[in-house]
């Protein structure tokens, strides 16, 4: 997800019957597969199995292990090492989110903006799934074929290689189980019914390249049995259990790749739903690291043969319970626009068009008649929003906040340098985002690495817009986007959306930083040590 939440992208199709039993081959074809695989295994001394944890937050771990209910990661953290506070990628979104753990980059490098936004080059939003309301008034055939192909296959810069492509490269195999971003170089034929495929819309086959060991809900399973995991109830397999088990059929059949890629994502539903301070998605999704763990016959055991990493993607600020203050509205904001419709197409005199993803928002000018400067003045007026941004002429970010005057201009290169050995140009004033500069040297507060990841999201895509993020408590609302009111969102730079935990287990070694997009880097030294 966002994918946020994951889910969504299987529960927004079945409301228009779009979620089907498609599967990546044959279980014959995957068990072919076998004996190269274990011997690619036997070629190493410990394969890396790396669990997301959606939604996982350092408070609520410990409160849940304070109340033995994590044993399964109390005991990889006893073990190993812990880390409370890595930072993720932005927009705090699932999609960008493992866009950035799989190639060790940011959104201006992977191009995959968002969970929601708008294609220049296509005249179009693109969406991955966002909820309810929307189902019912966008194209869900666009849907399907952005989230199942054209995320992994089109939208994802082919030049940025995953972390599946460069293991294929060295010849070693990696697996992916429910991971929404995950191509490889293994081709995959996505089997659609013919329902789908008599719209002239859709193939009967969908051809797509992930990883060796691929697993994906319903569209594929890795353990034959594990087909009876993917009901609508079960959520069509987008579930804990799911990919447990899946991942306990590789380690029991000797066939664990040189690194497996996994996610448990319905801690994320659980938080979105009851805040985040709810700790039965932890248990639940402790419960199935149980079951991978004990696959092994014994933790000890799981320890000693693998290398753990276990972490979040993304953490969740609570958002009020009460509609009417938590929820931030920009249309009003950009009424004297003429602002584009979610549920019609782009049309000729349409000035703007708004992709709210949770508690951030890209707001595009698609009419050269409209001043992204205008559209900045305008957004001031309101003074829950905590970040605005726009990218001038010259590639210069400007920064500011609402009710405020104050600016602060940066871009790349220059004479200060960040705590992650990073350089930048600065002009104005840098506490609109929290930094302190000491000596040429620029030290982050409530907004971590935010230089970094706000040049990512200004420069991820093609078009003209503002990039706004509202204050912790809020939510952006678009025409018909989800909103938590009572429970958690994400989405922007804030701290309290950004930074997520961390347990490793089975190396002494961790990333040259805590920072998402330092992760792929250190598990390919892992894998060629």
């Known amino acids: 997800m966002k994918m946020k939440n994951k889910m969504s992208i299987l529960l927004v199709l079945?409301?228009?019957?779009?979620?089907?039993?498609?599967?990546?081959?044959?279980?014959?074809?995957?068990h072919q597969q076998s004996v190269k695989s274990q011997n690619s295994a036997n070629h190493m001394d410990k394969p890396v199995i790396v669990i997301m944890i959606d939604s996982l937050m350092n408070k609520p771990l410990q409160d849940a292990i304070q109340e033995g209910r994590a044993p399964a990661m109390q005991y990889l953290i006893k073990k190993g090492q812990y880390f409370p506070q890595v930072v993720s990628s932005f927009p705090t979104m699932s999609v960008t989110i493992d866009s950035t753990l799989l190639t060790g980059t940011y959104a201006d490098q992977h191009h995959v903006p968002g969970?929601?936004?708008?294609?220049?080059q296509k005249k179009r939003m693109i969406l991955y799934g966002n909820g309810a309301k929307e189902a019912l008034k966008i194209d869900q055939l666009q849907v399907f074929n952005d989230a199942i192909y054209q995320l992994n296959q089109v939208q994802l810069n082919k030049k940025t290689k995953t972390i599946h492509e460069e293991l294929a490269d060295k010849g070693k195999e990696s697996a992916s189980i429910n991971a929404i971003v995950f191509r490889g170089k293994t081709e995959h034929d996505l089997k659609v019914p013919r329902f789908i495929a008599n719209s002239n819309r859709v193939p009967e086959q969908l051809r797509i390249t992930g990883p060796q060991w691929f697993s994906y809900a319903t569209f594929a399973q890795l353990d034959p049995k594990n087909s009876w995991n993917t009901p609508p109830w079960r959520k069509f397999g987008m579930n804990d259990e799911f990919s447990a088990k899946d991942i306990a059929f590789l380690i029991k059949q000797k066939k664990l790749p040189s690194v497996t890629i996994a996610y448990f994502p319905e801690n994320d539903s659980s938080v979105h739903k009851k805040g985040p301070t709810q700790l039965e998605g932890i248990e639940k999704a402790d419960q199935?690291?149980?079951?991978?763990?004990?696959?092994?016959?014994?933790?000890?055991?799981?320890?000693?043969?693998?290398?753990?990493?276990?972490?979040g993607d993304s953490a969740q600020s609570a958002v009020y319970d009460d509609r009417q203050a938590a929820t931030v509205d920009i249309r009003p904001l950009l009424s004297h626009y003429r602002i584009a419709k979610l549920n019609q197409p782009v049309r000729n005199d349409d000035q703007i068009v708004i992709s709210a993803n949770e508690r951030m928002a890209y707001i595009y000018a698609i009419n050269n008649n409209v001043e992204l400067s205008d559209v900045v003045k305008f957004l001031q007026n309101e003074n829950k929003l905590d970040i605005i941004a726009m990218k001038d002429g010259k590639n210069n970010i400007h920064v500011t906040k609402g009710k405020t005057g104050k600016l602060l201009s940066y871009h790349p290169g220059g004479k200060f340098i960040d705590e992650y050995g990073q350089s930048w140009t600065l002009s104005g004033e840098e506490d609109l985002v929290d930094i302190t500069v000491d000596n040429n040297r620029i030290k982050y507060g409530k907004y971590p690495d935010v230089l970094a990841r706000l040049h990512g999201a200004m420069n991820s895509h093609e078009g003209r817009y503002v990039v706004v993020t509202v204050q912790p408590g809020y939510e952006l609302v678009g025409e018909s986007s989800p909103t938590h009111i009572g429970g958690g969102a994400h989405g922007s730079l804030h701290e309290k959306d950004s930074l997520v935990p961390l347990i490793i287990s089975g190396t002494n070694t961790r990333p040259k930083t805590l920072r998402i997009v330092d992760i792929k880097d250190w598990i390919m030294q892992l894998v060629n040590e």
Not at 19 to 29: D, K, L
Not at 115 to 120: A, D, G, I, K, Q
Not at 288 to 297: E, F, H, K, P
């Open 14 to 30: 079945s409301l228009s019957l779009l979620v089907v039993g498609c599967r990546a081959g044959s279980s014959q074809q995957l």
């Open 115 to 120: 969970l929601v936004w708008y294609s220049n």
């Open 288 to 311: 199935a690291l149980q079951t991978v763990l004990n696959a092994y016959g014994s933790w000890e055991q799981a320890v000693n043969n693998a290398i753990w990493i276990v972490m």
